[in-house]
Each structure stands twice: as C-alpha cells, then as structure tokens.
C-alpha cells in the first residue's frame, strides 16, 4: 500500500529565509508525486507535480521539488519564503491503477516570523 | 477559485441525522473524488467517480454513499451521524481518470455534529 510521511508536523522560518520541508514516500511503481498547499479556511492549491522526466520540478509561487528514487524523497523547497507563504503544506503520492486517488501525508504547518 | 463548487460550506446538525453534501465539478471535468479530512485521521480518500459511475474506493464508511449524476455534479450523503464524523469533506475533480491526472479541489463543507 501506498503512504507519505511528512517529518515535520510544525515549522518556523523567518521571512527571506530558505525553506526545505521534508516528504518521503512508499510505492511499488514509479509514484506520481504532489505538493498542495491548504490555506486557513481554504481548499487545497496544487503547487507542483512530478510524473516523470526531470527530478527537479518547478511550481507555482516560487516553490520547487526534487525527487530522488533512491531516497524515496519529494522534498519541496523555496530559497526566500514571504510571510504569504504560511499555511500548511501536504505532500502526497498518486496511484497509476485505474482510479487516482491521492495518499496524503500528514501535513506541515509553516509559520513565517517577520 | 479552482472551479469546483461545494455546497453548503457550513453544517451543523446532531447525532444521528442524515446530510448531502453536494460539489459541481469544473466544467469539462468527468471524474470527481471526495476526500474526508479530520483533525485525527488527516486527509483520506472516500471515493472515485467518473463519468456516473464508481471509479474507485477508499476508506468510506457503509454508512457514507454517494453518486455522480447525468450532468456529472456528485454527492455524497452521511447517514447515523456520529460525532466522530465531523470533518472538512472536499470535492475534487479532473478531467480524466486515470493515474497521475491532475485533480483541482473545492474549498470544503466543514460539518460538525452535535
């Protein structure tokens, strides 16, 4: 079965900053690969996607992520963070059967102190 | 806005009862998913619909069904609610089915049960 584990339940970084939050994945194939972002109050915003190709992908609002095989990693990152960015972030991994459904990872809630 | 549509965004209702959250998915988009997200259990996949028909099938509770109907908008009905059972349920939708396809999600029905 497939599962994603984010480390880091909380996380606290000044504005500017780089940040670097942390998603390891388990799946038997090659994993289709997510990072959403949740907002308070909001739905969940796709930041980036991996499918295949390129390790290192490129997202919406600055933010990018690297997949590495033999990690079994999708770490997303963004070199200056903005005090815009606090909300909390999901990594999650996509089955290719028949259905698409997502297996999400627990979470990470970004604060950003001025 | 992502374009998909859920309503209500707030309920509140007591134990026992029964409710229908409804979503209308982006236009264009066939496939719909519904997702459970708790305080406890975190973000989990209830089920998959596409083109009317069931796609695929999470941890959905038998007291939980839903639907997709002709004109592709889902809903997804609760019976015997139970206290545990309150929640941010999302909707998502995607233009096809199949694995790795990107799903764009509404903002949520938060329903509390008293």
């Known amino acids: 079965a497939q599962s994603v584990t984010q480390p880091d339940i909380h996380i606290t970084v000044s504005e500017g900053a780089s940040l670097e939050l942390r998603c390891n994945y388990s799946?038997?194939?090659?994993?289709?690969l997510f990072w959403y972002v949740q907002s308070p109050g909001q739905g969940l915003q796709l930041l980036l996607k991996?499918?295949?190709?390129?390790?290192l992908v490129q997202g919406i609002k600055g933010f990018e992520a690297e997949f590495k095989r033999s990690q079994s990693s999708f770490n997303l990152r963004k070199p200056s963070v903005h005090w815009s960015d606090a909300a909390e972030y999901f990594c999650?991994?996509?089955?290719?059967?028949?259905?698409?459904?997502?297996?999400f990872g627990g979470g990470t809630r970004l604060m950003v102190k001025p | 806005d992502s374009g998909v549509t859920q309503t209500p965004k707030h309920l509140i209702t007591a134990t026992g009862q029964r409710v229908t959250l409804r979503c209308s998915p982006r236009?264009?988009?066939?496939?719909v998913y519904w997702y459970q997200q708790s305080l406890d259990q975190g973000l989990q996949f209830l089920i998959q619909?596409?083109?009317?028909?069931?796609?695929a099938k999470g941890n959905i509770l038998e007291r939980f069904s839903a639907q997709q109907f002709p004109d592709l908008h889902s809903e997804l009905n609760l019976s015997s609610l139970e206290l545990g059972d309150s929640a941010l349920y999302f909707c998502?939708?995607?233009?096809?089915?199949?694995?790795?396809?990107?799903?764009?999600f509404g903002q949520g029905t938060r329903l509390t049960v008293v």
């Open positions: 799946y038997g194939a090659t994993p289709y």
């Open positions: 236009s264009g988009d066939l496939s």
């Open positions: 999650a991994v996509g089955s290719n059967n028949a259905g698409n459904m997502l297996t």
């Open positions: 998502a939708s995607s233009v096809a089915p199949g694995g790795g396809t990107e799903a764009f």
């Open positions: 991996y499918f295949s190709g390129d390790t």
């Open positions: 619909y596409y083109n009317g028909e069931e796609r």
